[in-house]
């Protein structure tokens, strides 16, 4: 490996452009802009060139026609057909891959206009990479479905991952979760390895969303080759060019071996997270940079020390952040964004008489929208932070535009939404002052299941079946439910009967299923499921209203019946109708799109007594349509 001080180089090589500052040698098609090399502490070339479909490191898309459903379409490689050198001097050089959209490729091009760029720093050990999509006013409509920066690792070298300090394993071969060897389950990302090459990883699966996490804890994450000892890192250090917010979740490292910058994904959102565009529509933004990070080890086996230090450079290149040297025009520099700054307090006179501070609240700018409408935001730029003890929140580097704010408060229902235009010029620096969230509130609880944190993770979540496990997750401390599938356990836990939970009584975490799916009843059959809440009530308003407030922390699919003391009342007293496709049941996770719904209930239709609510999940096409609850409250009339 090359000591600090190596000259920063450009090699244009017949069809191939090469970098290299002496730490790190990056080889390039020219005009494409696809990475085949990667040249680093003695390896040749840390990428795989031999997959039958996809190779190397590049930028990719899946598009699809307008007016199209779904959320899977046409993929693009994205090769650039203009190259052009940016920047070249002893400290930098930046490079353009550009694509202008080609009219005469209708339908087998998506009509975007694309720049790839690539940065290589002198003594850099690794480089940067970011793209400008641009949809201009004489493009045809189209829908966005995903992007990403992706890279295929060689594989015979890159056989440990490392995704965060508690998620990291070797990992089976690619061709474990081929047939004979491995056999898919009810979806092809998730198979059985039957018989692989090493033994060890017998009798369990693989499925790359079992690696998946939150757009704000994905910020380092790749592989490590023991001979000679190199970690392949991918930093992320901003997520306001991501789509979703803060809490939508997404890919990271999986077996082939592969690690992914996602930036625009349906993953844990569904249909709600296409980016759909217009005929003449104007959009421009700008991806990344994203930094592709390389150490080393003297000792082969000592992952704690590259992982460890790649935690250490990412928190580096967040504190660098918004970076300096982009050259585009469209990369908005540090001296060009703005700040807000404010204290966010909540108001529930049923908790105290003076107003909480939203102590640890997310607190964020988004464009423009409804309350919660951050969630499934696509097209522009987020920023968020969590507030202090106190509320108080400071939100800095704010690129300029028009935004609202957005938060949510752990321990409390429903998005705070400030719909007064926040406008955010150059060196602008804005003060809110104090905010006040009141959440929605009739009168006092009478009971409460969960945690109101939008997540089902405070649930019961049960032991894998065996014969599907994830060697990773058992005993998990945070993460036990990314096993595979643990919705199939519900049958086994209520094999006649649906669960039941009387208020007072149970206990959600060893009571409440997390997952409200359906039942098997045949081969291919399913039937909705309903769950009984059972309470008592000494007394009761019978000219006031009660209110049965529930937050759902995912949806797939699904129709939500509720139904008060009358088992077959039809209609029910609530119907959801058929909310969400976020598939989070599937995807092994604990929560997608949040969603809040508030009954209306007579007193008359209550007793004194004993009562009973029904929650049922009528949808039954699937095994896999269901809702993940995160909170239920019950509330009595305000005088109650």
Same mark, same amino acid.
């Given at each position: 490996?090359?000591?600090?001080?190596?000259?920063?180089?450009?090699?244009?090589?017949?069809?191939?452009?090469?970098?290299?500052?002496?730490?790190?040698?990056?080889?390039?098609?020219?005009?494409?802009?696809?990475?085949?090399?990667?040249?680093?502490?003695?390896?040749?070339?840390?990428?795989?060139?031999?997959?039958?479909?996809?190779?190397?490191?590049?930028?990719?898309?899946?598009?699809?026609?307008?007016?199209?459903?779904?959320?899977?379409?046409?993929?693009?490689?994205?090769?650039?057909?203009?190259?052009?050198?940016?920047?070249?001097?002893?400290?930098?050089?930046?490079?353009?891959?550009?694509?202008?959209?080609?009219?005469?490729?209708?339908?087998?091009?998506?009509?975007?206009?694309?720049?790839?760029?690539?940065?290589?720093?002198?003594?850099?050990?690794?480089?940067?990479?970011?793209?400008?999509?641009?949809?201009?006013?004489?493009?045809?409509?189209?829908?966005?479905?995903?992007?990403?920066?992706?890279?295929?690792?060689?594989?015979?070298?890159?056989?440990?991952?490392?995704?965060?300090?508690?998620?990291?394993?070797?990992?089976?071969?690619?061709?474990?979760?081929?047939?004979?060897?491995?056999?898919?389950?009810?979806?092809?990302?998730?198979?059985?390895?039957?018989?692989?090459?090493?033994?060890?990883?017998?009798?369990?699966?693989?499925?790359?969303?079992?690696?998946?996490?939150?757009?704000?804890?994905?910020?380092?994450?790749?592989?490590?080759?023991?001979?000679?000892?190199?970690?392949?890192?991918?930093?992320?250090?901003?997520?306001?060019?991501?789509?979703?917010?803060?809490?939508?979740?997404?890919?990271?490292?999986?077996?082939?071996?592969?690690?992914?910058?996602?930036?625009?994904?349906?993953?844990?959102?569904?249909?709600?997270?296409?980016?759909?565009?217009?005929?003449?529509?104007?959009?421009?933004?700008?991806?990344?940079?994203?930094?592709?990070?390389?150490?080393?080890?003297?000792?082969?086996?000592?992952?704690?020390?590259?992982?460890?230090?790649?935690?250490?450079?990412?928190?580096?290149?967040?504190?660098?952040?918004?970076?300096?040297?982009?050259?585009?025009?469209?990369?908005?520099?540090?001296?060009?964004?703005?700040?807000?700054?404010?204290?966010?307090?909540?108001?529930?006179?049923?908790?105290?008489?003076?107003?909480?501070?939203?102590?640890?609240?997310?607190?964020?700018?988004?464009?423009?929208?409804?309350?919660?409408?951050?969630?499934?935001?696509?097209?522009?730029?987020?920023?968020?932070?969590?507030?202090?003890?106190?509320?108080?929140?400071?939100?800095?580097?704010?690129?300029?535009?028009?935004?609202?704010?957005?938060?949510?408060?752990?321990?409390?229902?429903?998005?705070?939404?400030?719909?007064?235009?926040?406008?955010?010029?150059?060196?602008?620096?804005?003060?809110?002052?104090?905010?006040?969230?009141?959440?929605?509130?009739?009168?006092?609880?009478?009971?409460?299941?969960?945690?109101?944190?939008?997540?089902?993770?405070?649930?019961?979540?049960?032991?894998?079946?065996?014969?599907?496990?994830?060697?990773?997750?058992?005993?998990?401390?945070?993460?036990?439910?990314?096993?595979?599938?643990?919705?199939?356990?519900?049958?086994?836990?209520?094999?006649?009967?649906?669960?039941?939970?009387?208020?007072?009584?149970?206990?959600?975490?060893?009571?409440?299923?997390?997952?409200?799916?359906?039942?098997?009843?045949?081969?291919?059959?399913?039937?909705?499921?309903?769950?009984?809440?059972?309470?008592?009530?000494?007394?009761?308003?019978?000219?006031?209203?009660?209110?049965?407030?529930?937050?759902?922390?995912?949806?797939?699919?699904?129709?939500?019946?509720?139904?008060?003391?009358?088992?077959?009342?039809?209609?029910?007293?609530?119907?959801?109708? &058929?909310?969400?496709?976020? #598939?989070?049941? @599937?995807? +092994? =996770? /604990?929560?997608?799109? %949040?969603?809040? !719904?508030?009954?209306?209930?007579?007193?008359?239709?209550?007793?004194?007594?004993?009562?009973?609510?029904? &929650?049922?999940?009528?949808? #039954?096409?699937? @095994?896999? +349509? =269901? /809702?993940?609850?995160? %909170?239920?409250? !019950?509330?009595?009339?305000?005088?109650?």
């Amino acid at each position: 490996m090359a000591t600090d001080g190596a000259a920063l180089n450009l090699f244009l090589q017949n069809a191939q452009v090469v970098l290299d500052n002496g730490l790190v040698q990056v080889t390039l098609t020219n005009p494409g802009g696809l990475i085949i090399g990667i040249r680093y502490n003695g390896l040749d070339n840390l990428l795989e060139l031999n997959n039958p479909v996809l190779n190397g490191g590049f930028w990719d898309l899946n598009w699809s026609e307008a007016g199209t459903s779904g959320t899977r379409g046409k993929f693009d490689t994205i090769e650039g057909t203009d190259f052009k050198v940016i920047v070249e001097n002893e400290e930098q050089i930046e490079l353009s891959f550009k694509r202008t959209w080609d009219p005469s490729l209708k339908g087998d091009q998506s009509p975007l206009s694309i720049d790839k760029r690539f940065i290589m720093l002198r003594d850099s050990s690794g480089f940067y990479s970011y793209a400008i999509y641009e949809h201009k006013e004489d493009m045809p409509a189209l829908n966005l479905n995903e992007t990403r920066m992706a890279f295929m690792l060689n594989i015979k070298k890159f056989t440990y991952m490392a995704v965060g300090d508690d998620k990291q394993r070797h990992m089976p071969l690619p061709e474990d979760r081929l047939p004979p060897r491995g056999r898919e389950l009810a979806f092809p990302e998730a198979v059985l390895l039957v018989d692989p090459v090493e033994p060890e990883f017998k009798g369990e699966v693989d499925d790359k969303y079992q690696y998946s996490c939150e757009n704000k804890d994905n910020k380092v994450h790749g592989f490590i080759c023991f001979e000679p000892p190199i970690g392949f890192w991918q930093i992320t250090p901003s997520n306001e060019f991501r789509t979703g917010g803060p809490f939508k979740q997404d890919l990271t490292s999986h077996v082939n071996p592969t690690t992914l910058a996602m930036f625009v994904s349906t993953h844990y959102g569904g249909q709600d997270l296409v980016i759909p565009f217009q005929e003449g529509e104007k959009w421009k933004k700008v991806f990344g940079p994203v930094f592709m990070y390389l150490n080393s080890a003297l000792d082969k086996n000592d992952t704690s020390s590259m992982w460890d230090d790649a935690k250490l450079q990412m928190k580096k290149e967040v504190q660098k952040w918004p970076y300096s040297f982009p050259a585009s025009e469209d990369f908005v520099q540090s001296s060009e964004r703005g700040s807000i700054s404010g204290r966010l307090l909540a108001k529930d006179g049923y908790i105290s008489e003076e107003n909480i501070a939203a102590k640890g609240a997310y607190v964020g700018l988004a464009p423009p929208g409804k309350a919660g409408s951050f969630q499934t935001e696509r097209k522009g730029y987020q920023f968020w932070v969590n507030a202090d003890e106190e509320g108080y929140f400071y939100i800095k580097n704010i690129c300029p535009g028009d935004y609202n704010i957005y938060a949510w408060i752990p321990g409390f229902i429903g998005d705070y939404h400030y719909d007064k235009t926040i406008h955010i010029t150059a060196g602008s620096k804005i003060d809110v002052g104090d905010l006040v969230y009141t959440p929605p509130r009739n009168g006092p609880n009478i009971w409460e299941i969960g945690i109101p944190d939008r997540s089902a993770a405070e649930f019961f979540v049960p032991d894998p079946n065996p014969m599907y496990i994830n060697k990773l997750y058992i005993d998990h401390p945070t993460d036990r439910f990314r096993q595979y599938g643990l919705w199939e356990r519900y049958a086994d836990l209520y094999p006649d009967e649906d669960l039941v939970y009387k208020v007072g009584i149970s206990d959600y975490q060893k009571d409440w299923f997390y997952a409200h799916v359906t039942r098997k009843i045949g081969e291919n059959a399913y039937k909705g499921t309903t769950w009984q809440v059972q309470f008592k009530l000494d007394r009761i308003n019978q000219s006031g209203n009660y209110t049965l407030r529930i937050a759902l922390a995912s949806a797939t699919f699904s129709i939500l019946e509720v139904r008060i003391n009358k088992r077959e009342a039809n209609p029910p007293q609530f119907s959801s109708g &058929l909310i969400g496709s976020d #598939n989070s049941i @599937a995807r +092994h =996770g /604990i929560h997608g799109l %949040y969603w809040l !719904f508030n009954v209306e209930i007579l007193g008359s239709q209550l007793t004194q007594g004993d009562n009973t609510i029904y &929650l049922t999940q009528a949808r #039954n096409a699937s @095994a896999l +349509h =269901g /809702i993940m609850y995160d %909170y239920i409250r !019950f509330e009595g009339p305000p005088s109650y």
